[in-house]
């Protein structure tokens, strides 16, 4: 497992799922907060709570970097044509006890042009169960498919913010 590289992080089954636990709860719109909440977010979310996989992907983490020691809620994203998440990052200053370090993103489900995209790196499209991770301050957006919809799971690693309290 390499940083900007796919790899398979979830069976077709696992990603199936995860869908059907996303359909079953509350769908809500995408937002932003805090600066930059003008962002351009137009996308559908649910919080995925089933924690039974969660250590398992905070070692995944510790791989990277030691100091990782919980994860946020992951967050499963549904995107129809006409939907996307403009360029962002999901590291900013923050007053919180822990900050984002990581971010992985995994394809729950491919649709025709929709992606995520890494300024400035070249990642291929990913298939079914693929995911990549890459530091939470790198700029990042999900492109709207052209039809079909794109369903991802996105986890963010979290460590002490040191700075921030």
């Not at 370090?101 to 693929?130: H, M, Y």
Request: glycine share 6%; net charge positive; hydrophobic share 35%.
């Amino acid at each position: 497992m390499k940083l900007y590289q796919p790899f398979q992080f979830l069976t077709t089954e696992e990603c199936d799922n995860i869908i059907n636990y996303a359909l079953k709860g509350e769908i809500r719109q995408g937002a932003t907060v805090g600066a930059g909440a003008q962002i351009k977010r137009k996308n559908r979310i649910v919080w995925y709570n089933d924690s039974s996989k969660w250590q398992d992907w905070i070692s995944l983490f510790n791989r990277i970097e030691k100091r990782i020691d919980w994860i946020e809620t992951p967050q499963i994203a549904f995107y129809k044509p006409g939907e996307k998440y403009d360029w962002h990052t999901d590291q900013g200053a923050s007053r919180r006890t822990h900050q984002r370090l990581w971010t992985l993103t995994c394809e729950l489900q491919t649709a025709l042009d929709g992606s995520i995209e890494v300024k400035d790196r070249s990642i291929p499209k990913l298939s079914k169960g693929q995911a990549i991770i890459f530091p939470s301050v790198d700029k990042h957006r999900a492109t709207s498919p052209s039809s079909g919809e794109r369903i991802s799971l996105t986890i963010w690693a979290m460590a002490k913010n040191y700075h921030g309290v």
